[in-house]
Every structure is written in structure tokens, then in C-alpha cells.
């Protein structure tokens, strides 16, 4: 069955950078995108965007532009984030999932089908 | 981007209740909406795609229904499982700029 096991919690101090592992199994890494998605305590999901592993091609949204970097080891199957001049606002539960998108009328949509469990990442001094 | 607005932002309803939780996006997005459902602690689990088409193993007390801008998501005959909290996402940007919706939780009363 397909899984996504994510890097333990990290504590990091204002300033620093964070790197988050995803390690999938089940299927066929290169296939699909892996997207990050994060939740700050109480607050909504929020999209930070994806990475196409095997052929490179990442996305960042433009809240993100500069500080986020996604980056991919596909002899292992792992997916990596990178989060750097970490704020308190970056305190959260970070997630990958994989997006097993579906075509409908000559064109593809996301469909997040797939979850990691979860990293906590806390920024405090 | 495309906001997307839910609401409730929280309900009370009791086991074997219909619940209709509702999702607006600030513009047209056809039929691009998925519903996910998350636990305190777990990730979110997708429960509809293409805003009416049920992911395989999920409940068929579950639909969703709608296209534009409004958009809705019923829990037919509710079950103690089913108190969570229910996000909204817009795909007719992908594979850019995606975005959820504030979330609906669904209480026991």
C-alpha cells in the first residue's frame, strides 16, 4: 500500500533553516507530484507548493518565493523541504502528500490522495 | 488567488443527522473542488474529488455536489467517525496557487 513516513520534529531557533524528509513507498515515485502542506496551530490548511520527482520541476508559491527550496533523492524515494530564515509564524505541522491528479475534459486537476503523518516543526528562541 | 469561504465554521449535529456543510469560492472553478476530512492530530483524508465523484473506500454517505461557485458536501446519516473537521480545495488553478477552504468542524451535540 502506498505510504509517506515523514522526518521526526524539529525545534529550531528564528533565523535558522528546517529540512523535511518524505520517504514514499507503494508506488512509483517519479509518477506523480509531491505536494507540502503545512497548518499553523488552530489555522487552515495552507499550500506551499510541489516538486515533480524524477523529472525536477518544483513550484513555489509567491508567499514562498526565496525561502523554499524542494528537492528529491529518487534512488531513495525521498522527498525533502526546506524552510529557511525560519519565523514563530512558521510554527506548524508540515505535511507531504502525494497528488494522483485526474484529467477531466482534456484537462488535469490535483487530487491530494495520499498523506505523510505529519512533521512538527516549532520556531522559538 | 481564488478565496474559498466555508461555512459554518462549526456545527453541533447528533449521530444519524444529515448534515450540509457548504464552500464558495470567490470566482468560477467549473467543477475543480475536492473535501477532505481531518481528525485532531491525523492529516487530511480525501473524501470527494471533482467535487462529486466519491474516492474509492469512502463511505457513500458521503457526497458533494456543485459547480461555479458554490459547492456543498452532505454526511448522510452521521456516525461517530464522522465528527472532524471538513476543508474544501480548489484545483482549477492547478497545478498552481492551490487553496483550502477555513475549515468546518462537525461537533456531537
Known amino acids: 500500500q502506498v505510504q509517506l513516513v515523514q522526518s521526526g520534529a524539529d525545534v529550531k531557533k528564528p533565523g535558522a533553516s528546517v529540512k523535511v524528509s518524505c520517504k514514499a513507498s507503494?508506488?512509483?515515485?517519479?509518477?506523480?507530484?509531491i505536494h507540502w502542506v503545512r497548518q499553523a496551530p488552530g489555522e487552515r490548511l495552507e499550500w506551499m507548493g510541489w516538486i515533480w520527482p524524477g523529472r525536477g520541476n518544483t513550484e513555489y508559491p509567491q508567499k514562498f518565493q526565496g525561502r523554499l527550496t524542494f528537492t528529491q533523492d529518487t534512488s531513495a524515494n525521498t522527498a525533502y523541504m526546506e524552510l529557511s530564515s525560519l519565523r514563530s509564524e512558521d510554527t506548524g505541522l508540515y505535511y507531504c502528500?502525494?497528488?494522483?491528479?485526474?484529467?477531466?475534459?482534456?484537462?488535469?486537476?490535483?487530487?491530494?490522495?495520499?498523506w505523510g503523518q505529519g512533521t512538527l516543526v516549532t520556531v522559538s528562541s | 488567488d481564488i478565496q474559498m469561504t466555508q461555512s459554518p465554521s462549526s456545527l453541533s449535529a447528533s449521530v444519524g443527522d444529515r448534515v450540509t456543510l457548504t464552500c464558495r469560492a470567490s470566482?468560477?472553478?467549473?467543477?475543480?473542488l475536492n473535501w477532505y476530512q481531518q481528525k485532531p492530530g491525523k492529516a487530511p483524508n480525501l473524501l470527494i474529488y471533482?467535487?462529486?465523484s466519491l474516492q474509492s473506500g469512502i463511505p457513500s454517505r458521503f457526497s458533494g455536489s456543485g459547480s461555479g461557485t458554490d459547492f456543498t458536501l452532505t454526511i448522510n446519516s452521521l456516525q461517530p467517525e464522522d465528527f472532524a473537521t471538513y476543508y474544501c480545495q480548489q484545483t482549477y488553478t492547478t497545478p498552481r496557487e492551490l487553496t483550502f477552504g477555513g475549515g468546518t468542524k462537525v461537533e456531537i451535540k
Open positions: 507503494g508506488y512509483t515515485f517519479t509518477n506523480d507530484r
Open positions: 502528500t502525494r497528488d494522483r491528479g485526474y484529467c477531466n475534459g482534456g484537462k488535469c486537476y490535483s487530487r491530494f490522495e495520499s
Open positions: 470566482e468560477s472553478i467549473s467543477s475543480s
Open positions: 471533482s467535487a462529486s
